[in-house]
């Protein structure tokens, strides 16, 4: 695909967006969770980050594909939380992603793929998310789910845009659940479906008369007594051009002070084509991204980098589709506070 089929940011980048609304895990980890308020948090934020795809100028272009072993980090000290991805798998291709603060940690591994049904197209992100949240009293409840299919409309003519559809479950340890639906598409209708609802069960299975409603590109209320507790932010001026991004989006390319000489020579943001896309620098993106794909399956043919299976030098297995980072002087953090990059393979 050309290089101007892309946006100027990675899927890497992509995934980090999810973090864009982490103040809803802050709020749950204050919420109790017996009534089913930390859980009623926990679905909100699992609607929240599919909300970076609501402009309908975003899907006309896609992240650009990570090499195997690209890397990106996102340190907030203003949100209080760091997270770190990393591309572990060409093929299939996986990618692991951890994010932390005082009360909860996130662990997401995708398995990205796309089936093509003629006018739309199915994107899958197989792998479980799990949140674990430090309550008040210090107790700690886990949360699991998997995100949603999603659909791109429209892939051969018409206007393109992207929806989820269908169920999501999410699991606590402690015995309750949600229930997230996202309403379906008419056979007649030629328009996105953006209304989801949110039910809230306890242990037994009871309903527990709290939920939510709205809309995943956005706000969600609180039922029933319609609290707003989650609102899109906005996107930037003039959204066509400037792919159709909110701000938070838009910043994860910039080298800031806290980056500035600390970030390994694997991060996204030292990527040359998409730092060249990003500057409209079209021909010379084009040309960079060709020489990073054949250096890519260079490398293979001579062995250095496998072309099936698992190498990650930041993260670690614990169990099937779940990795998280490796801890201790091997670990990313620890390298990145002596400034040593060893473990990481050349890339560009």
């Keep these: 695909m050309p290089v101007t089929a892309n946006e100027p940011l990675s899927l ?25 308020e930390q ?9 929240s980050c599919l909300s970076n795809t609501r402009s309908k100028d975003r899907a006309l272009r896609k992240p650009f594909n990570p090499l195997l072993n690209e890397t990106f980090e996102l340190v907030r000290e203003d949100l209080n939380f760091r997270f770190l991805a990393e591309k572990i798998s060409h093929r299939p291709p996986i ?32 792998g479980p998310i799990t949140i674990s949240v430090e309550s008040p009293d210090s107790e700690t409840t886990t949360y699991g789910y998997v995100m949603p299919t999603t659909y791109l409309r429209n892939v051969i003519a018409g206007e393109k845009y992207v929806e989820p559809a269908g169920q999501v ?26 209304d989801v609802s949110v039910k809230i069960f306890g242990p037994q299975n009871k309903e527990l008369g709290i939920g ?24 930037l001026p003039e959204p066509r051009l400037r792919y ?11 080298v800031t002070d806290i980056e500035k000489g600390k970030i390994p020579p694997t991060d996204s943001r030292l990527r040359p084509d998409q730092r060249c896309l990003e500057e409209c620098r079209i021909e010379e993106a084009e040309e960079l991204k060709k020489e990073l794909e ?55």
């Design 12 to 36: 890497l980048q992509r995934y980090a967006e999810t973090m864009e609304y982490c103040t809803l895990l802050d709020s749950a980890a204050k919420a109790p969770v017996e009534t089913g």
């Design 39 to 47: 859980i009623l948090y926990i679905a909100a934020f699992a609607i």
């Design 95 to 126: 990618m692991a992603t951890y994010a932390e603060s005082e009360k909860w940690t996130y662990s997401y591994c995708p398995q990205p793929a796309q089936k093509f049904w003629g006018k739309s197209a199915e994107i899958i992100s197989d």
């Design 169 to 194: 479950t999410i699991i606590a340890s402690s015995g309750h659940k949600a229930v997230v639906e996202f309403k379906s598409k008419s056979i007649f209708s030629g328009q996105r479906t953006e």
């Design 212 to 235: 939510l409603q709205g809309k995943w590109t956005a706000e969600l209320v609180r039922t029933p007594d319609n609290m707003r507790i989650w609102e899109a932010s906005s996107l």
């Design 244 to 254: 159709g991004m909110p701000s938070f989006c838009a910043s994860l390319n910039q």
């Design 294 to 348: 054949e250096f890519q399956r260079e490398k293979r043919k001579q062995g250095k980098i496998v072309a099936e299976g698992v190498s990650s030098a930041w993260f670690t297995k614990i169990e099937d589709g779940v990795w998280v980072p490796i801890q201790g002087e091997n670990g990313y953090w620890e390298s990145r506070k002596r400034g040593e990059w060893n473990a990481c393979p050349t890339l560009w």
